[in-house]
């Protein structure tokens, strides 16, 4: 998605973590039949970088997995146990297995045939990239709010002589209906859900606005008012799905390693690190998500179409009601549902210009925040959740809203789905100041996730880099592979639900699978008390649960439906630039293509005409044999605007092929004119 957002002040200074060590070789290749090991490794060596070429044999145990070139092959008798600095050169990498971490003997019944590089999160190449973007480091960490809104009545906690403050309620009857703003009222009681209060200080010639700070709180009257719940937390646990918007298992490691070592340790969190995401934006993978649909469309490695489910017609112009989606699975079941996303635009629904949702569709929304925040708010109140000077943000309010959900319905069967989108979708290392405060909230409902089924997951990998960045094989890497780790209630740990995820967190995963594990949560496993393994078709659905063995025919580029251009199994690929007026072809080719899509868009008159620079690189990928090859080029315009693209070409007729385009400068509101027609990233506007 692309965030209207303005430019924040950020100091830039080179990096340093504790952790960043050189890694000597930037580049080794390490073949893994066992990638769970790999990761397993990664993660207890960071230091030593690692290029794992994966291959799944059904040899058993006997073979983890070796250093070796690209080219070899695993051996099968490379199981004794070697200390960690033999570790070296090309020697085989065995981890020192504990219990714990240990998995069943059983033979491995699939060979996917999907190679995935792993990297050390801070190899060399990937350093220069990770500079200082906290721009709340200055932040004033001792700032308090002047006013609360605590068991239904909002008051002032901090008297200032000459100041006066009052509240006012910013209240949506439904979602589609303009806000209401009562006047401004004295403290005292109120069933206000989103309050804003604000104080004033006595100038010379006017009263100046001093304050201004945004409340929240699940009244009571609206709790009482809730049915029954006809389900029990015994056999229907909660269900937390967290998104951070744009984050990698490499970026996670990096920016958010207390949270991720307290999620791991504390609630035996299982990592996913092959996931691919389905479409481009956050909404094309939203929609995989939470409606099971494909929305854009599409060709799979090896040529098979993938056709989108709903063309942009159905998924933006129409709205989503009578749409079947996972709210409303969870609301019909009996859960108590709430939906929070940062941003007011809605990730999920809007994002930017589409209908969304008319009604409401979950218990709870923290929609009205985003707006007192991003519209209908006074100067103050938008000011304050900033970052850069009171040190809050609007994910901290969304996490407080998460907070008194989660106390208000604690006596029955919850479902949150929290969008975190202004964590990490700016730069690469932003997440970091999310660090802390995630790691606090995590260890103040440390009973509550253990409980509960905690997704942590993202929507793409990370998009806003510079094009310097997605030259590096890290940074082209990490563009495509989305976040995930999932943990499950502590009473369900011990019935082999660990042991099937962790067979599953070593094959190619998308985003269809994670929603077929939330389908599976809901609606399969309670009947058997989560103990069923046995591989579940669920009808109308793509994906495969992650708490069961999922089908063991191969999962890879050419059989999961991921177009081909976000699919993370390596392909073999050559480097083309150095052939005679080829890059030329192709970057002009497709400079003329989105020219031409910009006519069908109908949008010529708002929108710029762009003119190569410079095509960064060129790659062919695969074999080309047969009649097809498929390219792989990244081209700079004269606008700053920056594309990747695949392009196929018949190499009989030359007739090329483009793939769903991705935009890579930071694009912002250089794209917006185009909203009120037909929105697209490949807009530059003409003013
Ligand atoms: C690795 O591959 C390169 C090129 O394919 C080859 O020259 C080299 O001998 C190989 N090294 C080993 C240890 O297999
Ligand atoms: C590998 O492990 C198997 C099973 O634990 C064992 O029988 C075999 O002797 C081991 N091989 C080596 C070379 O250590
Ligand atoms: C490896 O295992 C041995 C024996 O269990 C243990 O003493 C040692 O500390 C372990 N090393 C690491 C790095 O975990
Ligand atoms: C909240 O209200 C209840 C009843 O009105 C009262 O007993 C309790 O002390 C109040 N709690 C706080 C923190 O004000
Ligand atoms: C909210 O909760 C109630 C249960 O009290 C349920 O009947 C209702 O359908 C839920 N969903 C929405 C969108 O309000
Ligand atoms: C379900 O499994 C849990 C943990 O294994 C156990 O405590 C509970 O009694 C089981 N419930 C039923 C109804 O069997
Ligand atoms: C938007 O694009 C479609 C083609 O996808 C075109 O038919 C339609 O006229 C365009 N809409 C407007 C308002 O120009
Ligand atoms: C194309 O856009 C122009 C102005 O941007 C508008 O007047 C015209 O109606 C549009 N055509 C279609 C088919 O929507
Ligand atoms: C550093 C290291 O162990 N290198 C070894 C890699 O493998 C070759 C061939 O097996 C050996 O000759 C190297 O010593």
Redesign the pocket.
Known sequence: MSLANEEKKCLLFEYEHEKCKPSGKSRRFVNANRLFYTLFIVSVLVFIALYAAISWHDKG??NYFSTVNDSKSITD?E??TKSDSEISGNSTIIPNLTTSESISTTQIPFKDDCSVPVFDPWDETVKPFLTDTDFTKNCDRTWKPYTELKNGTWRIVQEKPGMSCKARCHHFPDLTSSVKISDWFEPGPTDCQFLEAACWEKGLISEKEVYGYIHTQIPPSKREKMEKPKIRKSENPDVFVFILDSITPHSAKRSLPKTLEHFKSKHQAVDFPFLSQVGVRSQMNAFALFFGKQVEAGTIKGGKPLEADWAEEEYCKKYLDDKHNIFRDFGDAGYTTVHIDDWYLQTLTYNPVCLGFEHYYTNHTFYPFTYINEVSGIKKTKDSLKGSDLCRESFHGAIDYFDQFAEAYSDRPMFALQWFVMLGHEKLTWAKRGDDPMLAWFERNFELFDNAFVIITSDHGFRAGSSDYYQTEIGAFEKHNPFLQISVPKKYRDNGILEVMRENAQRLQTHYDTRATILDILKYQPSSNFTDRSTLKIPDEKGNSYLRHQPSTPRNCETLPIPQQYCICKSKSTDMMNVDGLADRFGNALLKHIEDELVRLNLTSLCHSFKVTEVVSLDLHGDSIGSKAMYQISVKTNLPAHFDAVITEDKETGKMEFEEIERLDRYGTTADCSAPINFTSLCYCKN
């Open positions: 145990l006997n008798q199981n004794s």
